[in-house]
């Protein structure tokens, strides 16, 4: 008998990290196509007669970062309802929510066929898709980490930052290929609305694989118990948006805002820009599944400090490097290559991390809310304050230094965290998590 419960208790876990992980990936390939193609949807959603292509981008910016500031909003909303109701419904709803405001994209008019309208139009289906985002993050993350064996939530929470690389690489790749197979007008007139619509048939799949998951244990045990006082949630809440924050920043600034700075600033074609992206994509996905697996042993404090602290002593570096001309194309793929590896030093420990920091009961609202807060103000605003402040300093230096400073700023937050590791599994196994 106690095989076959452990054998169903298996299968049920794997079952919860292939929903989770699978449709966390097409979220998040669906949520990255936008940024990706963002110099062109300028051209098309944000420049009338007369209007200059800075303009426009600051614009296609401004809708972007206007997204991030509705995950909160999406954090709040579906994290009361997968702590009330159930993880499995919130996964189902914002899988549901991002494909069809996804591939509403793919087929609205542009500025030339709906006028003023069709800027609005986009703006609207941004906000549906950063509603979904912000609940996407909790939902995910507590279905995999409240089925993870003892000693492994690092690695299991690790596997929801491994699935944001790879569909932020998946809209890379395929943005890239549309470059190669397609002329630059083709692209510019239909072939940007592919990867769009592409999200129907993939969020059809996902949803599927949601419905047939089962509700987690954690909440099962926990929905009878007494609720924390909002104040101890709120301080966590803070506190775990503090620790992130150059997680959030470092991670948009090199892995999405990196195309157009390069095409902006630093006079790249369109497809060597997606190309930069696909490596940086790449060193992102190799290092956060070990960095998940190293912080169950040695600590989350440890791997995440380690990350932090490479990104203040080498974004200015590294950024130095693409603006060389004299210095290859390998090397310049070996730095942005190794952007993006830092940064995932942070990202695979960070969703067991945040949540550790919250009680089964509020985990869905608290760690969504400590992820959507931090992701609005330090990414959701990265390529709009980058692309505002390049264009009034006249400094290429902009995004090294934006990097550098929020993760700067997290290194104090990140040291308030425990150094013990597998200890917190010990921890939460006897019934002593808390908010902090």
């Given at each position: 008998?106690?095989?076959?419960?452990?054998t169903?208790?298996?299968?049920?876990?794997?079952?919860?990290?292939?929903?989770?992980s699978?449709?966390?990936?097409?979220?998040?390939?669906?949520?990255?196509?936008?940024?990706?193609?963002?110099?062109?949807?300028?051209?098309?959603?944000?420049?009338?007669?007369?209007g200059?292509?800075?303009?426009?981008?600051?614009?296609?910016?401004a809708?972007?970062?206007?997204?991030f500031?509705?995950?909160?909003?999406?954090?709040?909303?579906?994290?009361?309802?997968?702590?009330?109701?159930g993880?499995?419904?919130?996964?189902?709803?914002?899988?549901?929510?991002?494909?069809?405001a996804?591939?509403?994209?793919?087929?609205?008019?542009?500025?030339?066929?709906?006028?003023?309208?069709?800027?609005?139009?986009?703006?609207?289906?941004?906000?549906?898709?950063?509603l979904?985002?912000?609940?996407?993050?909790?939902g995910?993350?507590?279905?995999?980490?409240?089925?993870?064996?003892?000693?492994?939530?690092g690695?299991?929470?690790?596997?929801q930052?491994?699935t944001?690389?790879l569909?932020?690489?998946?809209?890379?790749?395929?943005?890239?290929?549309?470059?190669?197979?397609?002329?630059?007008?083709?692209?510019?007139?239909?072939?940007?609305?592919?990867?769009?619509?592409?999200?129907?048939?993939?969020?059809?799949?996902?949803?599927?694989?949601?419905?047939?998951?089962?509700?987690?244990?954690?909440?099962?045990?926990?929905?009878?118990?007494?609720?924390?006082?909002?104040?101890?949630?709120?301080r966590?809440?803070?506190?775990?948006?503090?620790?992130?924050m150059?997680?959030?920043?470092?991670?948009?600034?090199?892995?999405?805002?990196?195309?157009?700075?390069?095409?902006?600033?630093?006079?790249a074609?369109?497809?060597?820009?997606?190309?930069?992206?696909?490596?940086?994509?790449?060193?992102?996905?190799?290092?956060?599944?070990?960095?998940?697996?190293?912080?169950?042993?040695?600590?989350?404090?440890?791997v995440?400090?380690?990350?932090?602290?490479?990104?203040?002593?080498?974004?200015?570096?590294?950024?130095?490097?693409?603006?060389?001309?004299?210095?290859?194309?390998?090397?310049k793929?070996?730095?942005?290559?190794?952007?993006?590896?830092?940064?995932g030093l942070?990202?695979?420990?960070?969703?067991?991390?945040?949540?550790?920091?919250?009680?089964?009961?509020?985990?869905?609202?608290?760690?969504?809310l400590?992820?959507?807060?931090?992701n609005?103000?330090f990414?959701g605003?990265?390529?709009?304050?980058?692309?505002?402040?390049?264009?009034r300093?006249?400094?290429?230096?902009?995004?090294?230094?934006?990097?550098?400073?929020?993760?700067?700023?997290?290194?104090?937050?990140?040291?308030?965290?425990?150094?013990?590791?597998?200890?917190?599994?010990?921890?939460e196994?006897?019934?002593?998590?808390?908010?902090?």
């Open positions: 008998m106690t095989f076959i419960h452990h169903g208790e298996t299968r049920r876990g794997r079952r919860a990290l292939v929903a989770g699978v449709g966390n990936l097409i979220e998040w390939y669906e949520f990255g196509v936008y940024g990706y193609f963002a110099t062109i949807i300028a051209a098309r959603f944000f420049t009338p007669e007369g200059s292509e800075a303009e426009a981008l600051v614009k296609t910016y809708s972007f970062a206007l997204a500031f509705f995950r909160p909003v999406g954090a709040a909303l579906f994290g009361r309802l997968g702590d009330r109701v993880r499995r419904p919130v996964l189902v709803l914002v899988i549901t929510l991002m494909t069809v996804t591939a509403l994209i793919g087929v609205l008019p542009t500025y030339a066929q709906a006028g003023a309208l069709a800027p609005w139009l986009l703006t609207f289906l941004r906000v549906l898709q950063g979904s985002a912000g609940g996407e993050f909790g995910a993350v507590s279905v995999m980490t409240e089925f993870a064996p003892p000693g492994r939530r690695l299991y929470g690790s596997l930052s491994f944001v690389a569909g932020l690489l998946a809209g890379a790749g395929a943005a890239a290929l549309l470059a190669t197979v397609l002329t630059e007008e083709q692209l510019g007139s239909w072939g940007w609305r592919l990867p769009f619509l592409l999200t129907l048939p993939l969020g059809l799949g996902a949803l599927w694989l949601r419905l047939r998951l089962d509700e987690t244990p954690a909440f099962m045990a926990e929905a009878a118990r007494e609720t924390p006082p909002p104040r101890e949630v709120a966590a809440v803070v506190l775990g948006a503090g620790r992130i150059g997680w959030a920043a470092a991670g948009y600034t090199f892995l999405v805002v990196l195309p157009s700075y390069l095409q902006s600033s630093l006079g074609t369109f497809q060597q820009a997606l190309v930069a992206t696909v490596l940086a994509n790449l060193g992102f996905a190799v290092t956060i599944v070990p960095a998940g697996l190293l912080s169950d042993l040695l600590g989350r404090r440890t995440m400090l380690t990350g932090a602290v490479l990104v203040v002593v080498l974004a200015v570096p590294l950024l130095n490097l693409l603006q060389e001309s004299g210095v290859s194309n390998t090397v793929g070996v730095a942005v290559f190794g952007a993006g590896a830092v940064v942070m990202a695979g420990p960070g969703p067991a991390m945040l949540s550790e920091m919250f009680p089964a009961r509020v985990r869905c609202t608290g760690l969504g400590a992820y959507a807060l931090s609005a103000v990414s605003c990265a390529g709009l304050i980058i692309t505002e402040t390049i264009e300093t006249g400094s290429v230096d902009i995004p090294a230094y934006y990097a550098a400073v929020t993760c700067a700023v997290s290194v104090p937050a990140l040291l308030t965290l425990s150094g013990r590791g597998v200890a917190e599994e010990a921890e196994k006897a019934g002593r998590t808390e908010c902090g």
